[in-house]
C-alpha cells in the first residue's frame, strides 16, 4: 500500500491532523482538503487511490458530494468517516455511494484495516470485461459490440454492465434502479424502462436480448 495517494476530506483540523499524520507513517502519500471546493479542486486534476469523507462539512454535505462523484462515473473508493452514526444513516451513506462507512468516535487501527481492504478490493477489479462480442472498458465507461464504440450513456454503461455480469438472472427493475441511481424508486421505475429501451436498440445485433419477465423484472440471455 506503500506510495497510495489518499485525499482526506475533513473539517476538523485535529482530526485531519492526526490521519495525516498516522497515515504518512503507514507509507502513504496524504492530500487534504478542509472544504468541499477544495476537494473538487484537488480533483480538477488528479485522481487519487481513495479518499476519506466526512459528511458534516462547513460549504456542504459529504454525502452531496459523493453523489456528484458517482453521478460522473467515478470508481474511487470512498470511505465515510463521520459523526453520523445511526443505522438510517450508514444506509443512506451506502445507497448515496459509499464503499465503507466508519462512525466517529473511532480507533486509527480499525480506519486504517479498512482502508487497506478498499484498496485491496480495488487491485482485484479487472480494467477489461470481455463477454462475446462485448467488451467493456470500466475506467473509461466505454462498451464496445464487435469492437465498435456504441456511446453509451453513463447509465446504459452502468445497466450493460449489470446484465454482463449476471447473464440469465432476472432483475426487477426496483433492483436496476437502486443500483445504477443510488436510491429508492419510490415506486416510479419509468426511468429503468427508459434505459433499457435505448439500451436495447444500441445493443441490436449483437446476439443478446433484454427480456421484460412480466411481474418480474428484466432478463440479459442470448437470442434464441
Not at 485531519?16 to 482538503?33: C, H, R
Not at 471546493?37 to 481513495?50: I, M, S, T, Y
Not at 467515478?74 to 455511494?97: Q, R
Not at 447473464?167 to 419510490?186: F, H, V
Request: with cysteine; proline share 3%.
Amino acid at each position: 500500500m506503500s506510495g497510495k495517494r489518499i485525499l482526506l476530506v475533513e473539517d476538523s483540523k485535529k482530526v485531519q491532523n492526526y490521519n495525516k499524520s498516522m497515515l504518512k507513517d503507514e507509507g502513504f502519500d496524504v492530500k487534504t482538503a478542509m472544504t468541499l471546493a477544495d476537494a473538487r479542486a484537488f480533483l480538477a486534476d488528479r485522481n487519487p487511490d481513495a479518499i476519506i469523507l466526512d459528511i458534516g462539512m462547513p460549504d456542504g454535505n459529504g454525502l452531496d458530494f459523493l453523489r456528484e462523484l458517482r453521478e460522473r462515473g467515478s470508481k474511487t473508493p470512498v470511505l465515510l468517516l463521520t459523526g453520523y452514526g445511526e443505522a438510517n444513516d450508514i444506509v443512506i451513506g451506502f445507497k448515496t455511494g459509499c464503499d465503507d462507512y466508519l462512525p466517529k468516535p473511532y480507533t486509527f487501527a480499525v480506519l486504517l484495516a479498512r482502508l487497506r481492504r478498499l484498496l485491496q478490493s480495488m487491485e482485484r477489479v479487472p480494467e477489461v470485461i470481455e463477454k462475446e462480442p462485448f467488451t467493456l472498458k470500466l475506467a473509461s465507461m466505454i462498451a464496445l459490440l464487435h469492437g465498435r464504440d456504441i456511446l453509451l450513456t453513463q447509465k446504459e454503461f452502468a445497466l450493460i454492465l449489470l446484465f454482463v455480469q449476471n447473464e440469465g438472472t432476472t432483475m426487477s427493475a426496483e433492483y436496476l434502479y437502486e443500483k445504477i441511481w443510488g436510491q429508492d424508486t419510490n415506486n416510479d421505475v419509468r426511468a429503468v424502462k427508459i434505459q433499457v429501451s435505448n439500451l436495447r436498440a444500441k445493443i441490436e445485433g449483437s446476439g443478446y436480448a433484454i427480456s421484460a419477465v412480466r411481474n418480474a423484472g428484466y432478463r440479459f440471455e442470448r437470442e434464441q
